[in-house]
Nanobody, 127 residues
Framework: QVQLVESGGGLVQAGGSLRLSCAAS????????????MGWFRQTPGKEREFVAA????????YSAASVKGRFTISKDNAKNTVYLQMDSLKPEDTAVYYC????????????????WGQGTQVTVSS
């Protein structure tokens, strides 16, 4: 099993920054960490959960949605089993619940291809 715990959400003014963290744990993850792709998704009420960014465990492959490219940066600290999402130049339309996800296998953008999810953290950007 894999457990994911997000933190770092909150309220920020437009143009501001936040950094989300996702700590991964579990025996399966510890033994096979290099096989996992870590992703960030977000969801607003009434909408589908959408892909934001993903990174493979070695950090050599990074993918971002067009809507956040140049503003959000995904990174990871293998020693801490933690993935980060640095969000800069935030806009009101970035307001959502942000979820961390893990997938054993190659990169994917679809939420349905991720096996493990965190509980989500609220990000609210005021105008």
């Amino acid at each position: 099993q894999v457990q994911l715990v997000e933190s770092g959400g909150g309220l920020v003014q437009a143009g501001g920054s936040l950094r989300l963290s996702c700590a991964a744990s579990g025996r399966t993850f510890s033994n096979y960490a290099m096989d996992y792709v870590m992703g960030w998704f977000r969801q607003t009420p009434g909408k589908e959960r959408e892909f934001v960014a993903a990174i493979n465990w070695s950090g050599t492959n990074i993918y971002s949605a067009a809507s956040v490219k140049g503003r959000f940066t995904i990174s990871k600290d293998n020693a801490k089993n933690t993935v980060y999402l640095q969000m800069d130049s935030l806009k009101p339309e970035d307001t959502a619940v942000y979820y961390c996800a893990a997938r054993k296998g190659p990169y994917a953008r679809s939420r349905y291809q991720y096996d493990y999810w965190g509980q989500g953290t609220q990000v609210t950007v005021s105008s």
